[in-house]
């Protein structure tokens, strides 16, 4: 933040000496009030709701373009067949036909991933196509399950109670063991590849990030599973931490997120490991401190990188001198970019022209990016707080003698107020 | 205040549309926002104004409509486009002041050291203002007030 306005030169012993402006840090006073935000997450087990399919009706109906189409299909008398509905039958597994023209290759990591953590009460149907009724049945989809269960199977690992006796018994009926099948009949040839279409593209709403950590969370939070690994602990943990910075994860599409405290990239933090906690602590508690619940996705790479920067070489990440050091370094941020979504549009923009005057063509900037220009920008203010190498990344040298650094592909009123300006 | 360089600054506008009378608002990097009120007056063959000006550098300006957008997100209005529009959805009954409100909050928290508001006297700006910022540069203590949170409702 400029402080003070100084445009008139000095004279000096006899010397002119131009002053410069001084920049320091003046703290955003903003008061970020969570209450204001509807975090699925904040809600105790005991407020959460079972919802009557006419609570969901009532829901989607009131949606304006959702009743559109109904009333468009009410107005024109389209009506649908409910005896289409495919129907649940048993088949042996010898009866089921995975065809070439419609599946994706046997994917045997997948496989593997599957019969690894098996656990029978988690498969599915197999869906089928039967066509003019006759005796094949086209696979559609699950066909891993399928040749799951067919291993376990024909390998003895599977067994069931026997009615008569009440023992247990391991299945000995190899590929006759009959199957709960999902059953389209049609008369299509072609209607299996659109099955397979919609089962698995426009029909499906995969789940996003933000749907595991919220089953992660609460399956720690209210039956106090740890989950593999004690991944549910550590996502629990890691939504504690988010809250406590300000920064409350929403799914992609919920109506608060973007709001002042909220946080849009759940994926990011799901990938930091227990040992990688310290760093996030530092990355979220940090852009709280500086930002008050503005949780831009840069926060990580510049954050990030800085941690790193410090830690890899035994630097200290606390203390005064350090927080002095962050100070100064949000001084620059704030006075030239103003915010980080700033600094990321002035650093893409930076990355692209330098790129370009190595003659190559734009591409995102690295995670450090955003980083090393605010690293050369503090030491071009005078800055005297030991800096992460990255202050030297991002130098273009085609020969010994030159040298292109990002910093001058900044523009031209930035740097000529980083010349005219001191920490 | 010393004389600014205009390039790098910028307009924060409201707009309340003169046949809805729906709030909206928006940002312009031109030098006269004549342009801009212009623009929305051709488009609905009718004169619109803009009922409150602030002017500030870029990033700030910027960084000031992201926050008014992120933060008042769900009132906006997805109504005629598969976006959600700068223009704020009657049914959330959000007026003037409450706008006003929210900006000034954030002008003066954040804080936008440069972001400015227009004397009331200049406003509201018409499509006969053509040129009325023309000075700005020169002597921009004449145009613009430091913001202040007003009363509300």
Request: charged content about 25%; hydrophobic content about 35%; overall charge neutral.
């Amino acid at each position: 933040m400029i402080t003070k306005f100084i445009t008139s030169s000095k004279l000096s012993k006899g010397k002119a000496v131009t002053q410069k402006t001084q920049i320091t840090w003046t703290p955003n006073r903003r008061k970020v009030d969570l209450s204001q935000i509807d975090d699925p997450l904040a809600k105790p087990k005991h407020t959460l709701v079972n919802k009557k399919v006419n609570q969901l009706t009532d829901e989607i109906m009131a949606d304006k373009k959702f009743n559109k189409q109904i009333e468009f299909y009410k107005t024109n008398n389209i009506t649908f067949d409910a005896d289409a509905i495919p129907k649940f039958e048993k088949h042996k597994l010898s009866e089921l036909l995975t065809p070439e023209e419609v599946q994706r290759l046997l994917d045997h990591v997948h496989m593997t991933g599957i019969v690894t953590k098996f656990d029978p009460r988690l498969l599915s149907p197999i869906y089928v196509v039967r066509l003019n009724g006759k005796v094949e049945l086209f696979v559609f989809d699950s066909m891993h399950t399928l040749t799951s269960v067919a291993v376990l199977i024909q390998e003895g690992l599977m067994s069931r109670k026997n009615e008569q006796t009440g023992e247990r018994e391991v299945i000995t009926d190899g590929l006759d063991f009959e199957y709960p099948c999902w059953v389209i009949d049609t008369d299509d040839e072609s209607f299996p590849m659109v099955a397979a279409l919609y089962r698995n593209g426009d029909g499906s709403k995969p789940w996003g990030p933000y749907d595991y950590h919220r089953v992660y969370v609460r399956s720690y939070e209210f039956y106090g599973n740890v989950g593999p690994v004690n991944s549910y602990e550590l996502a629990y943990q890691k939504q504690k931490l988010m809250v406590r910075e300000n920064a409350v994860p929403l799914p992609k599409g919920h109506e608060d997120l973007g709001m002042v405290g909220t946080l849009g990239h759940i994926e990011a933090v799901s990938e930091y490991k227990p040992a990688d906690m310290p760093e996030l602590d530092f990355i979220m508690s940090t852009n709280n401190k500086y930002w008050k619940g503005t949780n831009d996705a840069s926060m990580f790479g510049f954050y990030g990188n800085l941690y790193q920067g410090y830690t890899n070489v035994n630097q200290p990440t606390s203390g005064k001198q350090f927080d002095a050091f962050l100070n100064e370094l949000h001084a620059v941020i704030k006075t030239f970019f103003t915010s980080m979504p700033e600094l990321k549009s002035a650093t893409t923009a930076a990355y692209k022209e330098w790129l370009q005057k190595q003659g190559k063509s734009s591409g995102t900037p690295p995670y450090n990016c955003a980083l090393s220009i605010v690293l050369k920008m503090y030491m071009r203010l005078g800055g005297k707080h030991p800096v992460p190498s990255d202050v030297n990344m991002f130098v273009y040298s085609p020969s010994s003698n030159v040298k292109i650094d990002i910093y001058d592909s900044l523009p031209l009123s930035v740097r000529q107020d980083v010349s005219n300006s001191t920490l | 205040m010393l004389a600014i360089a205009l390039s790098d600054y910028a307009w924060f506008y409201n707009i309340i549309q003169a046949q809805t009378l729906v709030l909206g608002y928006g940002i312009t990097t031109r030098e006269d926002p004549w342009d801009r009120v212009m623009e929305y007056s051709r488009s609905v063959a009718a004169p619109q104004q803009f009922c409150n000006l602030y002017y500030g550098k870029v990033s700030q300006i910027k960084d000031l409509e992201r926050y008014v957008k992120t933060q008042w997100n769900k009132f906006r209005l997805d109504e005629f486009s598969d976006k959600k529009l700068e223009w704020l959805d009657p049914k959330w009954k959000k007026e003037l002041v409450d706008l006003e409100n929210l900006v000034a909050d954030q002008i003066i928290n954040y804080p936008y050291d440069t972001v400015r508001k227009v004397k009331k006297e200049f406003m509201p700006f018409s499509v006969d203002n053509q040129g009325r910022f023309a000075n700005i540069t020169v002597n921009p203590d004449l145009f613009l007030e430091q913001v202040k949170l007003t009363k509300t409702k």
